[in-house]
């Protein structure tokens, strides 16, 4: 049997264990700044659409209930800005991280066909181009790119890790050269609604796409929003035909979303008052540790949006690494998302107040809480 295996790049996050060792001997535990993984409560409302769904026992639809088709195109609709958005425009996910990874695979992508991500990115995209056979290339700006056999444009604003931003009229530059060259745009957005410098703006939108989805597709997530990367709830919205031929092979594979997370997912889509409160706890963790890094000597890019703080103190991104983890605080090395990042490494602020607190305590600044926790 080939292994498909040996085609993937080396999994990262085992080469942190050692600094992670580091960490937790601090005597007030570690801060584990590392992954953006999401700590705050599932908010109620969602819990309790989820709990009621539970006698579920047929299989569940690919394409979703009614219900959630609903849900989806009248978030969209509101949320985004987007027109005329109807069923056939949207499609559940299991979570993006799965779309991510077998988008090229579903959209028959292979040998000969290049998949581009931007330099610094979510390990993912790359990851999605060799389970396939297909290229991976980078990019910094796609205009740049020679279009010849490339097959899919990943855009992904807020970008993880830099949470940079893209201005709507590089978006609208971007769309047009993709379809010019008749390249399919998939555009990340799963940290739309975590701008806090700048107001993210989604290629769904009628000044981006001039309001037809053609060639464009936009991935959401409600891991982040909502806090429920545990759930698996996500969901594309944009080019129909696109989204008609995925829903096709999809049923054939079997991906369906769980029918009590559909439930969860009406909820939470219909609810903007959590998003609210989740944006409050994360815009005060973000400011005491930006705060705290910067009086400590690390200078801050991007960081406009997302869930991420992207520092350096100029120095390789391991030395920094080695530098907090002996402050007891873990975050990710800026290589881990391209070799452009190998002098920065990557802060989430996805940990609980008391933690944050504790971060700022070590990086010699005190911390106001939310009151959240
Ligand atoms: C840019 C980006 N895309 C996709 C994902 C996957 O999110 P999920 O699978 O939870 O929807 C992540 C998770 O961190 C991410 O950072």
Redesign the pocket.
């Known amino acids: 049997m080939g292994a498909v295996s040996a085609r993937l790049p080396v999994f990262p996050w085992d080469k942190l264990e050692p600094y992670k060792a580091t960490a937790s001997a601090h005597p007030d535990g570690i801060v584990d700044l590392s992954v953006?993984t999401p700590v705050d409560p599932v908010p109620a409302l969602i819990q309790k659409a989820l709990v009621e769904a539970a006698d579920s026992p047929g299989y569940p639809t690919v394409w979703g209930t009614t219900e959630l088709r609903d849900a989806l195109t009248g978030w969209v609709g509101r949320r985004l800005g987007a027109v005329g958005v109807g069923h056939r425009n949207v499609l559940p996910v299991v979570?993006?991280?799965?779309l991510?990874a077998w988008l090229p695979t579903q959209l028959g992508l292979g040998a000969g066909d290049k998949v581009a991500y931007p330099r610094l990115a979510?390990p993912?995209y790359e990851v999605g181009a060799r389970l396939c056979g297909a290229e991976p290339v980078v990019y910094d700006d796609p205009t740049e790119l020679d279009p010849a056999g490339l097959k899919l444009l990943w855009l992904?604003s807020p970008s993880?890790p830099t949470g940079r931003v893209l201005a709507k009229d590089e978006l609208v530059r971007i769309v047009a050269w993709a379809r010019e060259h008749g390249v399919l745009v998939f555009s990340?957005e799963?940290?739309l609604e975590l701008g806090w410098e700048a107001e993210p703006v989604s290629v769904l939108h009628p000044d981006v796409c001039g309001g037809t989805y053609e060639g464009v597709v936009a991935?959401h997530?409600l891991?982040k929003r909502s806090n429920l990367?545990g759930y698996?709830a996500?969901f594309l919205a944009g080019d129909e035909a696109v989204l008609g031929e995925l829903l096709q092979i999809r049923k054939h594979g079997g991906m369906m979303t769980a029918a009590p997370v559909q439930a969860a997912t009406v909820a939470a889509l219909g609810d903007d008052a959590h998003v609210q409160e989740q944006r409050a706890r994360y815009a005060a963790r973000r400011t005491a540790l930006r705060d705290a890094l910067v009086k400590h000597g690390f200078r801050i890019e991007h960081s406009e949006a997302s869930l991420y703080l992207w520092a350096t103190r100029d120095e390789g991104c391991w030395e920094t690494v080695d530098y907090l983890a002996g402050l007891g605080i873990l975050v990710a090395p800026g290589d881990f998302y391209g070799e452009a990042g190998e002098r920065f490494v990557r802060v989430a602020f996805t940990a609980t107040d008391e933690r944050v607190e504790a971060a700022v305590k070590r990086l010699g600044q005190p911390f106001a809480r939310t009151g959240s926790e």
């Open positions: 953006g979570g993006s991280k799965e991510v979510y993912t992904n993880n990340d799963c940290y991935v997530s891991s990367a698996r996500a």
